[in-house]
């Protein structure tokens, strides 16, 4: 089965700061991979995804990913981070026909 | 245009009920999928379907059911509710293909959910 994991509960970092929050994957053959964001009490935004291409992936809101084959990585990125960026980020990988998502890590930029 | 619809927004049942939630997905969307989130267990797969078609399903108990109608409108349904059941339920649509591939603008779009409280 395919799987994802988010290594990391929690981070914080103060705004301006460069975000990253980590995701490693664990897949047999090509994975496609997603990250989404949760606000409170809301369903899960879509940012970005990585299906074929190119390893930089850019997305919604100033987000960005590098999918990296060889550490089996897909790293959420953002060059500096806002404090509207506090929320719940969920890595995803496609497993037939469903969403398989990491635990999810609780992002928290303080001003 | 509009997104995916899930309704009702809010639900508070009592032990031993049955609950009917509905989701409306994204207008060309034929698959839809159900996803149930606490605070435990983080974000777990119910069931996926497409064009009437359950095509996946994830490890919960028979009480969970759900099916697609003709419009790709789904509903899902726990009968004799458990205190455990309360969480989010969120409801996904996607530009899935009847044979499994993905094509280039595949993703899925969620609603905004469903908080069911089992009191």
């Known amino acids: 089965a395919q799987s994802v994991a988010q290594p990391e509960d929690q981070v914080n970092v103060a705004e301006g700061n460069p975000l990253t929050v980590k995701c490693t994957y664990s897949v047999s053959g090509n994975p496609y991979l997603f990250w989404y964001v949760q606000y409170p009490n809301r369903g899960l935004q879509f940012l970005l995804k990585?299906?074929?291409?190119?390893?930089l992936v850019k997305g919604s809101y100033g987000f960005e990913a590098e999918f990296n084959k060889s550490q089996t990585s897909f790293h959420l990125k953002k060059p500096s981070a806002l404090v509207s960026d506090s929320a719940l980020y969920f890595c995803?990988?496609?497993?037939?026909?469903?969403?398989?998502f990491g635990a999810g890590t609780t992002v928290t930029v303080r001003a | 245009k509009a997104g995916v619809t899930q309704t009702p927004r809010y639900l508070i049942k009592t032990r031993g009920q049955q609950v009917t939630l509905s989701c409306s997905p994204i207008s060309g969307h034929r698959s839809v999928s159900w996803y149930q989130q606490t605070p435990g267990q983080g974000l777990q797969f119910l069931f996926e379907?497409?064009?009437?078609?359950?095509?996946n399903k994830g490890n919960f108990p028979g009480r969970f059911s759900g099916r697609q109608f003709s419009n790709s409108r789904s509903e899902m349904n726990v009968s004799t509710l458990e205190l455990g059941d309360s969480a989010l339920y969120l409801c996904?649509?996607?530009?899935?293909?009847?044979?499994?591939?993905?094509?280039?603008?595949?993703?899925?779009?969620f609603g905004s959910g469903t908080r069911l409280t089992v009191v």
């Open positions: 995803a990988v496609i497993d037939d026909y469903k969403l398989s």
């Open positions: 379907y497409f064009s009437e078609t359950q095509r």
């Open positions: 996904a649509s996607s530009l899935a293909l009847a044979g499994g591939g993905f094509p280039t603008n595949y993703g899925y779009t």
């Open positions: 990585y299906i074929t291409g190119d390893n």
